[in-house]
């Protein structure tokens, strides 16, 4: 009987985390309602309050798992062309953004109302920036990029460029192509990472 209750409650549980999402993604976060989540997932806004305490922390776990989707995928710093293989990380991230790009602004929404969420938002560009920064590195011991960068400010000015490429584009609706992203974007890196030689302007 545990056991059946047990696999009840996280079926009910994940019913409601996807219902959540659906919600939020067409109706924002203010506007979103419990009692419209609880419809989306098929049970009593009661059972809602026995997962979860109220509309912040089941958009926490909605972000959660949509940010393991976002955040780009680990650089092959063995390739023989570090550049292209981060042009295809580009790429997926660029995929993964437009997948989520309605989750994203709500994002957005919520981070300009509450300061747990901007932290949330703050500690997810961190940790991306220091990912970064970890193959910064790796490409200065490769003789790669310019040694006198320096690769945590590097990284953010980086990723910046490419979440704000992805935001306008998916998010505002400016349209650029995925390819036409990943194009831009792979040659302002290799401009701005590559090594160059000290001579005299």
């Known amino acids: 009987m545990t056991t059946r209750t047990t696999a009840r409650g996280t079926r009910t549980r ?57 955040m780009r995928p680990t650089l092959a710093l063995d390739s023989p062309d570090p550049f292209a293989a981060l042009a295809e990380g580009h790429r997926r991230y660029f995929e993964n953004y437009q997948r989520n790009a309605r989750l994203m602004l709500v994002l957005e929404e919520v981070a300009a109302l509450d300061p747990a969420f901007r932290e949330v938002r703050r500690r997810r560009g961190e940790a991306l920036a220091r990912r970064t920064a970890e193959v910064i590195v790796a490409l200065q011991e490769r003789g790669v990029a310019d040694p006198d960068l320096d ?13 704000h490429l992805a935001y306008y584009s998916f998010v505002l609706g400016e349209g650029m192509s995925t390819e036409e992203m990943v194009t831009t974007t792979n040659r302002i890196w290799r401009n701005a990472l590559t090594r160059r030689s000290k001579e005299a302007p």
């Open 14 to 70: 994940t019913a409601l985390v996807a219902a959540a999402r659906t919600v939020f993604e067409r109706d924002g976060f203010t506007d979103a309602r419990i009692a419209d989540i609880a419809a989306e997932a098929g049970c009593a806004t009661g059972t809602f309050y026995t997962h979860f305490v109220g509309k912040e922390e089941i958009l926490a776990v909605v972000l959660y798992e949509a940010q393991h989707d976002v």
């Open 151 to 163: 690769p945590y400010p590097t990284a953010r000015a980086l990723d910046g460029m490419i979440s």
